[in-house]
Protein backbone atom coordinates (compact mmCIF):
# COMPACT_ATOMS: atom_id res chain seq x y z
CA UNK A 1 0.00 0.00 0.00
CA UNK A 2 1.22 3.54 -0.82
CA UNK A 3 1.00 6.43 1.92
CA UNK A 4 -0.43 9.62 0.23
CA UNK A 5 0.68 12.65 1.06
CA UNK A 6 -2.52 14.69 1.35
CA UNK A 7 -1.07 17.75 2.56
CA UNK A 8 -0.39 18.85 -0.87
CA UNK A 9 -4.13 17.99 -2.32
CA UNK A 10 -5.77 19.85 1.14
CA UNK A 11 -6.76 23.74 0.68
CA UNK A 12 -5.16 25.39 3.20
CA UNK A 13 -7.16 27.34 5.89
CA UNK A 14 -6.42 30.94 4.46
CA UNK A 15 -7.63 30.01 1.24
CA UNK A 16 -11.25 28.29 2.94
CA UNK A 17 -11.42 32.08 4.62
CA UNK A 18 -11.52 33.57 1.64
CA UNK A 19 -15.00 32.43 1.50
CA UNK A 20 -15.98 34.74 4.62
CA UNK A 21 -16.18 37.40 1.89
CA UNK A 22 -18.89 35.65 -0.10
CA UNK A 23 -20.78 35.28 3.81
CA UNK A 24 -20.17 39.15 4.21
CA UNK A 25 -21.58 39.91 1.43
CA UNK A 26 -24.64 37.47 1.83
CA UNK A 27 -25.10 38.96 5.54
CA UNK A 28 -25.35 42.56 4.31
CA UNK A 29 -27.56 41.92 1.12
CA UNK A 30 -29.89 39.98 4.05
CA UNK A 31 -30.24 43.42 6.33
CA UNK A 32 -30.56 45.68 3.06
CA UNK A 33 -32.94 43.51 1.76
CA UNK A 34 -35.47 42.41 4.96
CA UNK A 35 -34.59 44.95 7.60
CA UNK A 36 -37.53 47.15 6.00
CA UNK A 37 -39.99 44.62 7.23
CA UNK A 38 -39.32 46.24 10.39
CA UNK A 39 -39.43 49.37 9.47
CA UNK A 40 -43.08 51.04 8.93
CA UNK A 41 -43.28 53.31 5.69
CA UNK A 42 -39.74 52.61 4.45
CA UNK A 43 -39.17 53.39 1.03
CA UNK A 44 -35.72 51.84 0.29
CA UNK A 45 -36.02 53.52 -3.36
CA UNK A 46 -36.14 56.83 -2.23
CA UNK A 47 -33.64 56.14 1.66
CA UNK A 48 -30.49 55.37 2.35
CA UNK A 49 -29.35 52.15 3.63
CA UNK A 50 -27.97 54.45 6.67
CA UNK A 51 -31.33 54.87 7.87
CA UNK A 52 -32.26 51.36 8.43
CA UNK A 53 -29.40 51.62 11.29
CA UNK A 54 -29.39 54.64 12.62
CA UNK A 55 -29.84 54.51 16.24
CA UNK A 56 -33.75 55.66 16.84
CA UNK A 57 -34.83 53.34 13.82
CA UNK A 58 -37.17 50.84 14.34
CA UNK A 59 -35.11 48.03 12.11
CA UNK A 60 -31.78 48.33 13.96
CA UNK A 61 -32.24 45.11 15.76
CA UNK A 62 -33.46 42.96 13.00
CA UNK A 63 -30.48 45.25 10.77
CA UNK A 64 -27.74 43.98 13.83
CA UNK A 65 -28.77 40.39 13.91
CA UNK A 66 -29.26 39.84 10.13
CA UNK A 67 -25.40 41.76 9.36
CA UNK A 68 -23.83 40.10 12.65
CA UNK A 69 -21.40 38.27 9.93
CA UNK A 70 -20.86 41.34 8.05
CA UNK A 71 -18.11 43.19 9.96
CA UNK A 72 -16.15 40.31 10.91
CA UNK A 73 -16.17 38.21 8.18
CA UNK A 74 -15.17 41.12 5.86
CA UNK A 75 -12.32 41.72 7.74
CA UNK A 76 -10.92 38.42 8.35
CA UNK A 77 -11.66 37.82 4.53
CA UNK A 78 -9.54 41.21 3.69
CA UNK A 79 -6.87 40.44 5.56
CA UNK A 80 -6.30 36.31 4.64
CA UNK A 81 -6.12 38.21 0.60
CA UNK A 82 -3.53 40.63 2.06
CA UNK A 83 -1.52 37.89 3.92
CA UNK A 84 -1.74 35.92 0.47
CA UNK A 85 -0.31 38.68 -1.69
CA UNK A 86 2.06 39.68 0.02
CA UNK A 87 5.74 39.18 -2.20
CA UNK A 88 3.22 38.16 -4.89
CA UNK A 89 1.68 40.72 -7.47
CA UNK A 90 2.71 43.74 -8.92
CA UNK A 91 3.29 46.74 -5.98
CA UNK A 92 0.44 48.17 -8.05
CA UNK A 93 -1.79 45.94 -7.28
CA UNK A 94 -0.43 44.78 -3.91
CA UNK A 95 -1.04 48.70 -2.86
CA UNK A 96 -4.50 48.67 -4.22
CA UNK A 97 -5.84 45.48 -2.26
CA UNK A 98 -4.00 47.41 0.73
CA UNK A 99 -5.74 50.33 0.15
CA UNK A 100 -9.02 48.52 -0.20
CA UNK A 101 -8.18 46.95 3.33
CA UNK A 102 -8.19 50.02 5.23
CA UNK A 103 -11.37 51.41 3.38
CA UNK A 104 -13.10 48.00 4.77
CA UNK A 105 -11.74 48.53 8.40
CA UNK A 106 -12.83 52.41 8.24
CA UNK A 107 -16.07 51.53 6.91
CA UNK A 108 -16.36 48.65 9.46
CA UNK A 109 -15.40 50.71 12.98
CA UNK A 110 -16.18 53.94 11.17
CA UNK A 111 -20.15 53.31 10.58
CA UNK A 112 -20.22 51.11 14.15
CA UNK A 113 -18.84 53.89 16.11
CA UNK A 114 -20.99 56.81 14.49
CA UNK A 115 -24.11 55.60 13.34
CA UNK A 116 -26.82 58.64 12.23
CA UNK A 117 -28.54 59.77 15.27
CA UNK A 118 -31.75 59.58 13.31
CA UNK A 119 -33.35 58.38 10.20
CA UNK A 120 -33.15 60.80 7.41
CA UNK A 121 -30.96 63.33 9.77
CA UNK A 122 -29.44 66.47 8.32
CA UNK A 123 -26.47 65.58 9.73
CA UNK A 124 -26.54 68.61 12.53
CA UNK A 125 -25.35 65.67 15.78
CA UNK A 126 -21.78 65.27 16.14
CA UNK A 127 -22.06 61.89 14.99
CA UNK A 128 -23.89 62.88 12.08
CA UNK A 129 -21.01 64.71 10.92
CA UNK A 130 -18.79 62.14 11.98
CA UNK A 131 -21.00 59.62 9.92
CA UNK A 132 -20.63 61.86 6.77
CA UNK A 133 -17.09 62.24 7.80
CA UNK A 134 -16.52 58.31 7.73
CA UNK A 135 -18.12 57.99 4.11
CA UNK A 136 -16.25 61.14 2.68
CA UNK A 137 -12.90 59.04 3.67
CA UNK A 138 -14.69 55.25 2.48
CA UNK A 139 -15.78 56.55 -0.59
CA UNK A 140 -11.73 58.23 -1.27
CA UNK A 141 -10.19 55.18 -0.54
CA UNK A 142 -12.51 53.18 -2.67
CA UNK A 143 -11.74 54.57 -5.45
CA UNK A 144 -7.85 55.04 -5.19
CA UNK A 145 -7.90 51.13 -4.39
CA UNK A 146 -9.90 50.78 -7.59
CA UNK A 147 -8.18 52.52 -9.80
CA UNK A 148 -4.47 50.95 -8.43
CA UNK A 149 -5.95 47.64 -8.90
CA UNK A 150 -7.34 48.68 -12.71
CA UNK A 151 -3.91 50.05 -13.41
CA UNK A 152 -1.53 47.30 -11.85
CA UNK A 153 -3.98 44.94 -13.77
CA UNK A 154 -4.15 46.23 -17.16
CA UNK A 155 -0.50 47.33 -17.16
CA UNK A 156 0.76 44.32 -17.43
CA UNK A 157 -1.64 41.86 -18.39
CA UNK A 158 -0.82 39.20 -15.47
CA UNK A 159 -4.73 40.15 -13.55
CA UNK A 160 -6.96 41.16 -15.91
CA UNK A 161 -10.02 39.94 -14.72
CA UNK A 162 -9.29 41.42 -11.34
CA UNK A 163 -8.94 44.52 -13.51
CA UNK A 164 -12.23 43.87 -15.15
CA UNK A 165 -14.06 43.45 -11.96
CA UNK A 166 -12.44 46.10 -10.49
CA UNK A 167 -13.01 48.34 -13.45
CA UNK A 168 -17.09 47.34 -12.73
CA UNK A 169 -16.99 48.14 -9.09
CA UNK A 170 -15.68 51.46 -9.85
CA UNK A 171 -18.17 52.14 -12.51
CA UNK A 172 -20.94 51.18 -10.53
CA UNK A 173 -19.74 53.30 -7.86
CA UNK A 174 -19.34 56.40 -10.36
CA UNK A 175 -23.44 55.67 -11.26
CA UNK A 176 -24.53 55.42 -7.42
CA UNK A 177 -22.73 58.54 -7.18
CA UNK A 178 -24.12 60.44 -10.13
CA UNK A 179 -27.58 59.53 -9.76
CA UNK A 180 -27.55 60.34 -5.96
CA UNK A 181 -26.78 63.83 -7.10
CA UNK A 182 -28.71 63.86 -10.57
CA UNK A 183 -31.57 61.64 -10.07
CA UNK A 184 -34.69 62.67 -8.08
CA UNK A 185 -35.13 62.49 -4.71
CA UNK A 186 -37.33 59.78 -4.85
CA UNK A 187 -34.70 57.69 -6.83
CA UNK A 188 -31.95 58.45 -4.07
CA UNK A 189 -31.68 54.58 -2.27
CA UNK A 190 -31.92 53.08 -5.34
CA UNK A 191 -28.71 54.54 -6.72
CA UNK A 192 -27.22 54.87 -3.65
CA UNK A 193 -27.36 50.84 -3.13
CA UNK A 194 -25.03 50.83 -6.11
CA UNK A 195 -22.00 51.93 -4.25
CA UNK A 196 -23.15 50.86 -1.62
CA UNK A 197 -24.27 47.26 -1.55
CA UNK A 198 -22.81 45.64 -5.51
CA UNK A 199 -19.87 48.10 -5.78
CA UNK A 200 -17.05 47.57 -2.61
CA UNK A 201 -18.93 44.73 -0.78
CA UNK A 202 -19.15 42.90 -4.02
CA UNK A 203 -15.75 43.68 -4.85
CA UNK A 204 -14.53 42.17 -1.44
CA UNK A 205 -16.88 39.02 -2.42
CA UNK A 206 -14.33 38.92 -5.80
CA UNK A 207 -10.83 38.93 -4.06
CA UNK A 208 -11.87 36.43 -1.41
CA UNK A 209 -12.93 34.14 -4.07
CA UNK A 210 -9.69 34.10 -5.87
CA UNK A 211 -7.99 33.59 -2.76
CA UNK A 212 -10.13 30.46 -2.36
CA UNK A 213 -9.31 29.28 -6.20
CA UNK A 214 -5.89 30.04 -5.41
CA UNK A 215 -5.17 32.76 -8.04
CA UNK A 216 -2.94 35.27 -6.15
CA UNK A 217 -0.40 32.04 -5.82
CA UNK A 218 -0.10 31.72 -10.04
CA UNK A 219 1.35 35.64 -10.52
CA UNK A 220 4.31 35.88 -8.38
CA UNK A 221 6.28 39.66 -8.55
Request: charged share 10%; net charge positive; aromatic share 12%.
Amino acid sequence: MKNYDNSKTRKPLIKWLGLLGVVSFISYAAAVVFSPLAYPGYDWKSQAVSDLSAATAPSLMLWNQLSSLYGVCALVCVMMVCVAVQGRLSKTLRTGIYLFSIMMWVSSVGFTAFPLSETGTSGRAFQDAMHIVVTVVVVLLSIASLVLIMIGGYRKRKFVSLAVFATIALALMMIGAIGVNVAPSEYFGLFQRFSNLISANGFLAVLGIYLFMGKYDLHMK
